[in-house]
């Protein structure tokens, strides 16, 4: 199973200027426990794991799709990720970001699941979640809650097969 894993504001924006614009620790929270289970297995394009400030996610094996060679410590490099996705239709993977490989992975049809932190604000950001209402439906989603002065709700989305 391949499952996506994002928080948007409402316009789907995800990040400006290479960085995540809030903060929320529950939803920081939720990240963790999420990707830490189902395999504990998560895929990062170079860009996102870049901003990561303390490098590889603790506790899960990080997989970081680049055209770079370089060795990055800690990590395993995917150079293509139609093949790297095949390998793991029937284990489980998290997809963490960012926006480009989000949308080259629901282009493929290879994602089974979103798990999306809907956070109700703008925050101008430049980079988007794709288009998805065509692609997934509903399957539940929790009451809003609120910290930092931001209100949110965790949203799971099934692919429409």
Request: glycine share 10%; hydrophobic share 40%.
């Amino acid at each position: 199973m391949i499952r996506l894993i994002v928080a948007v504001d409402r316009k789907l924006g995800l990040a400006k200027r290479g960085f995540q614009p809030w903060y929320i620790p529950d939803d920081e929270r939720y990240f963790k426990e999420q990707t830490k289970s189902h395999g504990g297995d998560v895929l990062i394009g170079r860009t996102t794991f870049e901003g990561f400030k303390n490098g590889p996610l603790a506790g899960r094996q990080n997989y970081v799709l680049t055209h770079s060679t370089e060795l990055i410590e800690g990590v395993t490099l995917v150079h293509d990720l139609g093949k790297f996705l095949q390998d793991f239709e029937n284990k489980g993977l998290w997809i963490v970001g960012g926006a480009k490989v989000f949308a080259e992975v629901i282009e493929a049809g290879k994602a089974d699941e979103l798990l999306i932190t809907h956070i109700d604000a703008d925050f101008g950001c430049d980079q988007f979640f794709p288009a998805y209402e065509d692609k997934f439906k509903l399957a539940d989603r929790t009451e809003p809650e609120e910290q930092n002065g931001f209100t949110f709700y965790y949203a799971r989305y099934a692919a429409i097969k």
